[in-house]
Protein backbone atom coordinates (compact mmCIF):
# COMPACT_ATOMS: atom_id res chain seq x y z
CA UNK A 1 0.00 0.00 0.00
CA UNK A 2 1.45 3.31 -0.46
CA UNK A 3 1.01 6.59 1.47
CA UNK A 4 1.35 9.76 0.64
CA UNK A 5 4.48 11.36 3.12
CA UNK A 6 2.62 14.58 3.88
CA UNK A 7 -0.54 11.62 4.91
CA UNK A 8 2.06 10.33 6.77
CA UNK A 9 3.37 12.67 8.92
CA UNK A 10 -0.53 13.98 9.47
CA UNK A 11 -1.35 10.59 11.02
CA UNK A 12 1.56 10.29 12.83
CA UNK A 13 0.56 13.45 14.95
CA UNK A 14 -2.36 12.88 17.83
CA UNK A 15 -5.62 14.72 17.08
CA UNK A 16 -6.36 17.83 19.45
CA UNK A 17 -7.54 16.73 22.86
CA UNK A 18 -5.99 12.93 22.29
CA UNK A 19 -3.12 11.25 23.74
CA UNK A 20 -1.09 7.90 22.89
CA UNK A 21 -0.07 5.68 25.39
CA UNK A 22 2.94 3.51 25.17
CA UNK A 23 0.09 0.58 23.91
CA UNK A 24 -1.15 2.76 20.99
CA UNK A 25 -4.39 3.17 22.62
CA UNK A 26 -5.74 6.61 22.14
CA UNK A 27 -6.68 8.34 25.35
CA UNK A 28 -9.82 10.66 25.46
CA UNK A 29 -9.16 14.49 26.40
CA UNK A 30 -10.38 16.09 29.59
CA UNK A 31 -14.03 16.42 28.67
CA UNK A 32 -15.10 13.23 29.58
CA UNK A 33 -16.85 12.67 26.13
CA UNK A 34 -19.26 15.73 26.20
CA UNK A 35 -19.99 17.56 23.39
CA UNK A 36 -18.31 21.02 24.35
CA UNK A 37 -21.47 23.43 23.58
CA UNK A 38 -23.76 21.00 26.15
CA UNK A 39 -21.09 21.25 29.17
CA UNK A 40 -22.83 22.93 31.57
CA UNK A 41 -19.85 23.64 33.45
CA UNK A 42 -19.10 26.08 30.40
CA UNK A 43 -22.66 28.00 29.63
CA UNK A 44 -21.03 31.06 31.39
CA UNK A 45 -18.84 31.85 29.59
CA UNK A 46 -19.96 30.63 26.16
CA UNK A 47 -23.46 33.61 26.94
CA UNK A 48 -20.60 35.69 27.35
CA UNK A 49 -18.86 35.51 24.68
CA UNK A 50 -22.51 34.98 22.20
CA UNK A 51 -23.03 38.60 23.63
CA UNK A 52 -19.94 39.55 22.97
CA UNK A 53 -20.15 38.47 19.27
CA UNK A 54 -23.10 39.24 18.86
CA UNK A 55 -22.48 43.20 20.12
CA UNK A 56 -19.77 43.05 17.90
CA UNK A 57 -21.39 41.65 14.89
CA UNK A 58 -24.38 43.93 15.82
CA UNK A 59 -21.79 47.16 15.63
CA UNK A 60 -20.17 45.87 12.28
CA UNK A 61 -24.22 45.81 10.82
CA UNK A 62 -25.03 48.89 12.27
CA UNK A 63 -21.40 50.93 11.46
CA UNK A 64 -20.74 49.41 8.40
CA UNK A 65 -23.30 47.12 6.56
CA UNK A 66 -26.25 48.81 6.72
CA UNK A 67 -25.05 52.27 5.37
CA UNK A 68 -23.89 50.56 2.89
CA UNK A 69 -26.76 48.59 1.83
CA UNK A 70 -28.77 51.83 2.95
CA UNK A 71 -27.13 53.63 0.33
CA UNK A 72 -27.07 51.45 -2.37
CA UNK A 73 -30.77 51.61 -2.13
CA UNK A 74 -30.90 54.97 -1.87
CA UNK A 75 -29.31 55.83 -5.22
CA UNK A 76 -31.57 53.27 -6.54
CA UNK A 77 -34.42 55.08 -4.87
CA UNK A 78 -32.57 58.32 -6.45
CA UNK A 79 -31.92 56.68 -10.15
CA UNK A 80 -34.52 54.66 -10.28
CA UNK A 81 -36.98 58.46 -9.75
CA UNK A 82 -35.22 60.17 -12.11
CA UNK A 83 -35.20 57.49 -14.35
CA UNK A 84 -39.36 57.44 -14.25
CA UNK A 85 -38.60 61.56 -14.44
CA UNK A 86 -37.05 61.33 -17.75
CA UNK A 87 -39.44 59.08 -19.01
CA UNK A 88 -42.36 61.01 -17.73
CA UNK A 89 -40.59 64.12 -19.57
CA UNK A 90 -39.97 61.91 -22.45
CA UNK A 91 -43.74 60.89 -22.66
CA UNK A 92 -44.35 64.38 -22.62
CA UNK A 93 -42.66 65.59 -25.64
CA UNK A 94 -43.45 62.65 -27.52
CA UNK A 95 -47.05 63.41 -26.89
CA UNK A 96 -46.38 67.34 -27.75
CA UNK A 97 -44.29 66.25 -30.89
CA UNK A 98 -47.19 63.76 -31.87
CA UNK A 99 -49.54 66.47 -31.17
CA UNK A 100 -47.10 69.04 -33.10
CA UNK A 101 -47.66 66.15 -36.25
CA UNK A 102 -51.31 66.05 -35.94
CA UNK A 103 -51.18 69.81 -35.92
CA UNK A 104 -49.29 69.98 -38.89
CA UNK A 105 -50.78 67.00 -40.70
CA UNK A 106 -54.32 68.61 -40.06
CA UNK A 107 -52.97 71.91 -41.51
CA UNK A 108 -51.58 70.21 -44.56
CA UNK A 109 -54.88 68.31 -45.49
CA UNK A 110 -56.75 72.01 -45.40
CA UNK A 111 -54.01 73.36 -47.43
CA UNK A 112 -54.54 70.32 -50.55
CA UNK A 113 -58.04 70.76 -50.02
CA UNK A 114 -57.74 74.36 -50.53
CA UNK A 115 -55.70 74.01 -53.43
CA UNK A 116 -57.55 70.95 -54.91
CA UNK A 117 -60.66 73.02 -54.43
CA UNK A 118 -58.47 76.11 -56.05
CA UNK A 119 -57.60 73.58 -58.82
CA UNK A 120 -60.98 72.27 -59.46
CA UNK A 121 -62.83 76.08 -59.39
CA UNK A 122 -59.95 77.33 -62.45
CA UNK A 123 -60.52 74.09 -63.91
CA UNK A 124 -64.20 75.00 -64.20
CA UNK A 125 -63.67 78.14 -64.86
CA UNK A 126 -61.09 77.65 -68.04
CA UNK A 127 -63.84 74.90 -68.64
CA UNK A 128 -66.60 77.54 -69.00
CA UNK A 129 -64.25 79.94 -70.90
CA UNK A 130 -63.31 77.62 -73.15
CA UNK A 131 -66.85 76.67 -73.48
CA UNK A 132 -68.53 80.08 -73.82
CA UNK A 133 -65.33 80.46 -76.80
CA UNK A 134 -66.66 77.54 -78.36
CA UNK A 135 -70.32 78.33 -77.86
CA UNK A 136 -69.86 82.18 -79.33
CA UNK A 137 -67.59 80.49 -82.20
CA UNK A 138 -70.17 78.07 -82.77
CA UNK A 139 -73.08 80.52 -82.92
CA UNK A 140 -71.12 82.50 -85.40
CA UNK A 141 -70.94 79.48 -87.91
CA UNK A 142 -74.51 78.50 -86.88
CA UNK A 143 -75.28 82.29 -88.47
CA UNK A 144 -73.37 82.29 -91.35
CA UNK A 145 -74.82 79.03 -92.01
CA UNK A 146 -78.26 80.05 -91.40
CA UNK A 147 -77.45 83.30 -93.42
CA UNK A 148 -75.76 80.75 -96.78
CA UNK A 149 -79.01 78.33 -96.40
CA UNK A 150 -81.37 81.26 -96.47
CA UNK A 151 -80.11 83.42 -99.50
CA UNK A 152 -79.89 79.46 -101.10
CA UNK A 153 -83.31 78.73 -100.15
CA UNK A 154 -84.21 82.33 -101.63
CA UNK A 155 -81.89 81.54 -105.05
CA UNK A 156 -83.55 78.13 -105.08
CA UNK A 157 -87.23 79.46 -104.47
CA UNK A 158 -86.69 82.20 -107.00
CA UNK A 159 -85.53 79.29 -109.31
CA UNK A 160 -88.36 76.92 -108.53
CA UNK A 161 -90.35 79.60 -109.56
CA UNK A 162 -88.43 80.09 -112.96
CA UNK A 163 -88.09 76.38 -113.05
CA UNK A 164 -92.00 76.18 -111.98
CA UNK A 165 -92.88 78.66 -115.08
CA UNK A 166 -90.59 77.04 -117.48
CA UNK A 167 -92.19 73.44 -116.22
CA UNK A 168 -95.52 74.92 -116.18
CA UNK A 169 -95.13 76.92 -119.90
CA UNK A 170 -93.94 73.38 -121.52
CA UNK A 171 -96.65 71.52 -119.93
CA UNK A 172 -99.75 73.52 -121.68
CA UNK A 173 -97.69 73.83 -124.62
CA UNK A 174 -97.54 70.07 -124.57
CA UNK A 175 -100.94 69.39 -123.65
CA UNK A 176 -102.71 72.08 -125.86
CA UNK A 177 -100.27 72.79 -128.48
CA UNK A 178 -100.72 76.47 -127.72
CA UNK A 179 -98.36 79.16 -126.51
CA UNK A 180 -98.75 80.55 -122.98
CA UNK A 181 -97.63 83.82 -122.58
CA UNK A 182 -94.80 84.67 -119.90
CA UNK A 183 -97.08 86.85 -117.66
CA UNK A 184 -99.76 84.44 -117.52
CA UNK A 185 -97.45 81.50 -116.49
CA UNK A 186 -96.22 83.83 -114.16
CA UNK A 187 -99.21 84.87 -112.64
CA UNK A 188 -100.64 81.49 -112.31
CA UNK A 189 -97.62 80.04 -110.11
CA UNK A 190 -97.60 83.26 -108.21
CA UNK A 191 -101.18 82.03 -107.17
CA UNK A 192 -100.86 78.88 -106.65
CA UNK A 193 -97.54 79.91 -104.71
CA UNK A 194 -99.01 81.84 -102.27
Known amino acids: MFVAPAFAQDAAQPAIGETHSETGIVEEGAHGGIFPPFDSSTYASQVLWLAITFGLFYLFLKRVVLPRIGGTLEVRHDRIASDLDQ ?37 KAQAEADRRAITETLDAKLGEAETRIEEIKRIALADVDNIAEETAAEIVQQLTGNDVSKATVTAAVKAVSQ
Open 87 to 123: ASRLKEEADAAVAAYEQELAEARRKSAAIAQEARDNA
